[in-house]
């Protein structure tokens, strides 16, 4: 009888959620012009970010052999291209560049499916976005975990949410770059700052009562949902105990989390087993965070748990998403 290993090893379609990937427009050198972005070596550098780009062309990064990775990937950007500083017509060429390039990938390669951009600080242009990047070969959309200086809380964007939440649409959400200077020693963004910033969007959207008020949302969080499964709980007591500036909600804390899904890269099985008590083990997607180096194979991140629940996480919950 097979296992969840061999299966994640032979021609099961079993899933990767959490894989990003640059079209090759964006390297252009017209591109690189328009859009304040420059290249050094094997680094893209953008307005405040950089990153290492070689291995994230065109999926060409991927071998479905490789140990660790899954037959079947959703694909979507790195965080660093997530531009929320571009305006208008700035915006909207961009949006069209990425999304055209990211459909383009998801349709050459077998077992692709991918997230579109949403440009969320333009409401009208995300609108649009919605309503053209709906079906097929995309599987949902893709957002950061703060848009420019606005927490996911922000009611300009309730229009936005109305939309998805009438498209039951899937929404995953990365951590971006932190703002906190304290944090750029010894890799701290990223070692910190990834799960901090994570854990601060999922509590504007639960503490503002914006997880229950749009229950049709698949949302989804990165990293095993951050720091929150850790902290859940303080939440809960500081609901309960009517701390200033939380509302009466329709679910608590602890309810509206369940609600949400996250990812597998959580890098430590206690870290990945307490989040599947927080969130449910039907609400855990499969994700490597590839190609880069704080990825995790699907293989490491699941090896402890048992056998039923590998499979309902490798198999069964992505695709019970498309349904």
Avoid at 198 to 204: D, F, K, P
Avoid at 254 to 268: E, F, I
């Amino acid at each position: 009888m097979k296992t969840a290993t061999d299966r994640l090893q032979s021609s099961w379609n079993t899933w990767d959620m959490h894989a990003h990937v640059i079209p090759e427009e964006v390297l252009a050198s017209t591109a690189l012009r328009e859009f304040k972005m420059s290249i050094d070596g094997q680094v893209l550098s953008l307005p405040g970010d950089r990153v290492i780009y070689s291995n994230l062309l065109d999926g060409k990064w991927i071998s479905y052999q490789r140990e660790g990775l899954a037959d079947r990937l959703v694909v979507s950007l790195p965080p660093a291209l997530l531009r929320y500083d571009l305006q208008g017509d700035m915006a909207r060429q961009w949006t069209e560049l990425v999304n055209a390039g990211v459909e383009r990938i998801a349709q050459i390669y077998n077992g692709y499916l991918a997230l579109a951009y949403l440009p969320m600080h333009e409401v009208e242009l995300t609108l649009s976005e919605i309503d053209k990047r709906s079906q097929s070969p995309w599987a949902g959309f893709v957002i950061g975990t703060t848009i420019g200086d606005k927490h996911l809380d922000d009611s300009k964007l309730d229009v936005i949410f109305e939309a998805l939440n009438e498209r039951h649409s899937f929404l995953f959400v990365h951590p971006l770059k932190s703002q906190d200077r304290r944090l750029d020693r010894y890799y701290l963004q990223n070692l910190l700052g990834n799960p901090y910033e994570t854990g601060l969007s999922m509590a504007s959207l639960i503490l503002s009562g914006k997880v229950s008020r749009y229950p049709q949302i698949r949302f989804c969080f990165s990293h095993a949902g951050g720091v929150t499964p850790q902290i859940l709980g303080r939440w809960q007591q500081g609901y309960e105990t009517r701390r200033p500036g939380l509302e009466r909600l329709s679910e608590s804390p602890q309810q509206a989390a369940k609600r949400l899904y996250v990812d597998t890269v959580a890098h430590n099985e206690r870290a990945l087993e307490l989040a599947i008590e927080v969130f449910g083990e039907d609400h855990i997607l499969p994700g490597t965070d590839s190609p880069f180096p704080m990825g995790e194979s699907l293989v490491k991140s699941l090896h402890g748990l048992p056998e039923q629940q590998r499979d309902t996480i490798l198999l069964n919950n992505f695709p019970n998403l498309l349904v």
